[in-house]
């Protein structure tokens, strides 16, 4: 996604193809293998063959899931600045302590005129964050998401 191309529920997401399809069919591929020697020939070297197909699997995973988590929580810590700084003390303490960390994912995207209001509905609601994101009219693009 060019970073000049404006964001919107659609266009959010970003995929790495050498990540999302490269690899993962590589790895399919390797366990479909993998798992049909093992099968066929019973052997130590079959399925040890299989456990490391099955470690690449739970590599690849956890270096996918690791840095999103990290990720989230900088924007739950960032989202906790912009909500103290532009709403008023209570709705800001009560925002803090009831969000959950995917709500305040999807409230990044929203505009600062735009976020009052979604962020009470969001308390109110207990939206989830896709829901929150199809009611953003003006997107704060975010290009730096991992």
Partial sequence: MSEKSPQTFTSHRRLDP????????LLLALLVVASVHA?????????????LVVALFITAWKVRTYPLRTQDRLIRLEEQLRIRAL????????AVE?????????????SDEEL??????????????EDIKKRIKTWRPDYLRV
């Fill in 87 to 94: 709403l008023p003390a209570s709705v800001a303490t009560r």
């Fill in 39 to 51: 099968v066929r020939l019973h052997t130590f070297e079959a399925f040890t063959n299989l456990a």
């Fill in 116 to 129: 009052p209001g979604l962020l009470q509905q969001s308390l109110d609601e207990d939206l989830k964050p």
């Fill in 98 to 110: 009831q969000l959950k960390p995917g709500q305040y994912v999807a409230l990044r995207f929203a």
């Fill in 18 to 25: 050498a990540y999302h399809y490269l690899l993962t069919f």
